[in-house]
């Protein structure tokens, strides 16, 4: 007998929608402005304006995206604080690529380790 469980089918939030509108300088990123709307897509003042930016910094990897929230009450304040949250962005993804190095490197393979017996080898 098949029983697997059904996976619900995802809820859209009508009651946390957004509008976004977005904005370039062509040189560092982006900044999304997240505009609170309610169901008829009419601006909801009882809840606040969001602000994310949007960059990439170049790796050993290559470019590698970053997205991040910039706080601000209007488009102006978010201009203006975008490369500092972008900088403290940078240092984390540094720190969170450190942690993933160092998780990697602690992770010896051993041949062999993980399997019953033998040399996994069939027939031999």
């Not at 990439?56 to 975008?82: K, R, S, W, Y």
């Amino acid at each position: 007998m098949n029983e697997q469980a059904e996976t619900p089918a995802p809820e859209f939030n009508k009651d946390g929608l957004y509008r976004e509108e977005s904005y370039t300088d062509l040189k560092v990123g982006t900044i999304r402005q997240m505009i609170p709307v309610n169901g008829e897509g009419e601006v909801d003042a009882s809840r606040q304006v969001l602000f994310m930016g949007a960059t990439q910094v170049m790796t050993q990897a290559g470019p590698m995206p970053l997205n991040f929230d910039i706080p601000g009450d209007n488009l102006g304040e978010a201009a203006g604080n975008f490369g500092e949250e972008a900088q403290k962005a940078v240092e984390e993804m540094a720190v969170k690529l450190e942690e993933m190095r160092r998780e990697q490197a602690s992770s010896i393979v051993v041949p062999g380790q993980g399997q019953q017996g033998g040399s996994g080898l069939v027939g031999v």
